[in-house]
C-alpha cells in the first residue's frame, strides 16, 4: 500500500509534558479497509497519540495526515470516535439523543433518524428507542454508543475497548459490524486489551512502550517474528526419545498437550517424521508453537494485559496441518 491509500499518516510525531516524553519520534500509517490495532500497556503514549490522530491536543514535532492530508472541521465530522469514557445523556430518549448527534456531524434530522432506527434495530435496540440511557443496562448503553459512533458512515473509526460491559452474542454482533465497516472500505483503529480479538480481528498492529513503537506489521508477521523452535503436539508417546528434541513442557493453558523445543537444525518437518516413523507414538494434533499476541504483550512490555477474567492462548497452531495416528 501507499500513501495515497492511506486513512492516517503519523511522521515522527513527538509530544512532552514538561520534562516527561509522552510519545517520542513516532511513525505509522492506517489504511482504508483495514483493522488497525494500537496497543501499549498503561502510560505508554497510546491515548496521546489518540488525541493528538482527533485534533484535541497538537504534536510537539511531526506531522499527521488525515484523510489526505491535515485535519479540518470538515474532516472531523468523518470520523467515528468511541472513548474509553462513555458517555450519553443519561436524560434523554435515545432515538433524539442520537439525532441530535448525527446533527451534529453533518446529518438532516431526517437522515439521522432514519439511520438512528435502522443501526438501534440492528443491534437489537429497536424496542428501546424511546427510553432514556438511564434505563438501559450497561451492555445495551454500550451497543448504543457504538452506533452513535458509526451513524454517519465515517471513513475512520477509533474505537476504544469496543467489547466492554458485552455479553458473547453481543460481543459477536459488534464484531461483525466492525468487520462489515473494514469491508466496506472504512479505516478502523481499535484499542483493546483483549488480545485474542486482536488475533481474531486486526490486519495490522502498533504497540507503543515508553512513547516509542515496540511493534509494528501485519499481526501473523509479528506473532512469527516470536514463533518459538518448538511444536506442540497431543497424543501418546516418549515425546522426549524422539530424535531432534532437547526438552519437553507441559502447555500450560491447554490440558494433556505438550511443547516439543527442538535441537538448532532441526525442523517441525523432521519431528513429523520421526512421528510418521515411530509406530509407538500417536498424535491427535501436532502445531508450530507460535506464540500469542499475550505472550509477546508481556515479553516485550513486561505486564500482562489481561484481567484475571479474560482468558489467555498461549500458543496457537500455524500452518502445519493437524494429523492424526501418524
Request: no cysteine; hydrophobic share 40%; aromatic share 6%.
Amino acid at each position: 500500500m501507499n500513501n495515497r491509500d492511506a486513512a492516517i499518516v503519523v511522521n515522527h510525531i513527538e509530544k512532552s509534558y514538561g520534562k516527561f516524553r509522552a510519545v517520542d519520534d513516532l511513525s505509522f500509517d492506517v489504511y482504508a479497509g483495514e483493522i488497525f490495532a494500537m496497543l501499549g500497556p498503561n502510560g505508554a503514549g497510546k491515548s496521546t497519540t489518540i488525541r493528538m490522530i482527533l485534533d484535541i491536543m497538537r504534536p510537539d514535532k511531526g506531522t499527521i495526515d488525515i484523510l489526505g492530508g491535515p485535519i479540518t472541521d470538515a474532516k472531523k465530522d468523518r470520523i467515528g470516535y468511541l472513548p474509553e469514557e462513555r458517555g450519553l445523556y443519561k436524560d434523554v430518549k435515545i432515538i433524539d439523543m442520537m439525532v441530535y448527534l448525527g446533527t451534529l456531524k453533518g446529518m438532516s434530522q431526517k437522515q439521522a433518524r432514519t439511520k438512528a432506527m435502522d443501526l438501534l434495530n440492528r443491534v437489537d435496540l429497536g424496542e428501546q428507542a424511546e427510553k432514556k440511557a438511564k434505563e438501559l443496562s450497561k451492555g445495551m448503553q454500550q451497543k448504543v454508543q457504538f452506533a452513535v459512533t458509526v451513524m454517519h458512515e465515517p471513513a475512520l473509526i477509533i474505537i476504544d475497548e469496543p467489547f466492554s460491559g458485552l455479553d458473547p452474542v453481543n460481543t459477536l454482533l459488534i464484531k461483525d459490524m466492525i468487520l462489515d465497516l473494514r469491508d466496506q472500505g472504512t479505516a478502523v483503529i481499535m484499542s483493546t486489551h483483549q488480545m485474542y480479538q486482536i488475533e481474531e480481528m486486526a490486519d495490522r498492529l502498533l504497540m507503543i512502550s515508553h512513547g516509542q513503537q515496540a511493534l509494528y506489521g501485519p499481526v501473523d508477521e509479528v506473532r512469527n517474528q516470536h514463533a518459538l523452535h518448538a511444536v506442540v503436539v497431543e497424543g501418546e508417546g516418549d515425546w522426549s526419545a524422539l530424535p531432534g528434541i532437547t526438552r519437553v513442557q507441559d502447555d500450560r493453558n491447554r490440558k494433556g498437550a505438550k511443547v516439543l523445543y527442538m535441537a538448532p537444525d532441526v525442523t517441525s518437518n523432521d519431528i513429523l517424521a520421526a512421528i510418521a516413523a515411530n509406530p509407538a507414538v500417536t498424535v491427535q494434533r501436532f502445531e508450530e508453537a507460535v506464540p500469542s499476541l499475550n505472550d509477546i504483550f508481556i515479553k516485550v512490555a513486561g505486564e500482562d494485559p489481561y484481567t484475571s477474567q479474560e482468558q489467555d492462548h498461549s500458543v496457537s497452531a500455524a500452518a502445519v496441518p493437524e494429523v492424526a495416528n501418524a
